[in-house]
């Protein structure tokens, strides 16, 4: 699976949009970026993925840039809450039964 | 609706112990996963199944072993435990169908002195 690369730790004003950048340049056609999140030690949870457009849901947006090297994840309002590890990972649609982890980014969202 | 559960929570081995750490899903879902994660680490993939009776390895399999006789349960073993298997372990399940995102539960955190 192609490697990401991603800022060790990042800080957000509550209220503010947290956008967080990943650098994937070797993904492959066929791969997907997914974000996850893992709040203190607790287990990973799923954000967003997409493959060459933009997505939105209720938690967050994905922006992948054109040639798909590299990709921001938009959380509009950050809250306390959304203090977490967040990780940014390139995998085929049916590949998420192996997961390749890179180290996240931390973000902390201050008061 | 439980989602993925591990037990248990926490554990202490002694060096040379053997135990199994469970996992269940109740989402019917074909594959499942399990993880370690060391301090200031993302997780690693141990050992992964695609269904029953079917599995493989991951990224750091030495010192573990994995079966799966029903869709629901994925255990972990360690057979002789040693300190540097000292961790967090996740488990993880996905629906083969669409396969997008992955369940992961709450973790055991294990210490092998």
């Known amino acids: 699976d192609a490697k990401t690369t991603q800022p060790t730790s990042m800080d957000c004003a509550e209220g503010r949009a947290a956008n967080l950048p990943c650098n994937h340049s070797t993904i492959s056609g066929n791969e997907y970026v997914y974000w996850y999140r893992q709040i203190h030690s607790q287990g990973p949870q799923y954000i967003i993925h997409g493959l060459k457009n933009n997505e939105t849901n209720e938690m967050a947006s994905l922006i992948i840039t054109e040639d798909r090297k590299s990709s921001t994840l938009i959380l509009p309002h950050a809250t306390l809450r959304d203090t977490a590890v967040y990780y940014c990972?390139?995998?085929?649609?049916?590949?998420?039964?192996?997961?390749?982890f890179g180290k996240g980014t931390k973000l902390t969202v201050n008061p | 609706n439980a989602g993925v559960t591990q037990t248990p929570k926490f554990q202490v081995l002694k060096t040379g112990q053997s135990m199994t750490l469970q996992c269940a899903q109740d989402m019917n879902h074909e594959y499942m996963s399990w993880y370690r994660q060391d301090p200031g680490m993302g997780l690693r993939l141990i050992h992964y199944s695609v269904g029953a009776g079917i599995t493989d390895q991951g990224e750091v399999p030495n010192g573990y072993n994995v079966s799966r006789s029903t869709t629901e349960d994925f255990p972990l073993r360690l057979l002789s435990a040693a300190p540097s298997q000292t961790s967090v372990y996740f488990c993880a399940s996905t629906h083969r169908t669409g396969n997008t995102e992955a369940f992961f539960g709450q973790g055991t955190r294990l210490t092998v002195v």
């Open positions: 990972i390139v995998s085929t649609q049916g590949g998420s039964e192996k997961l390749v």
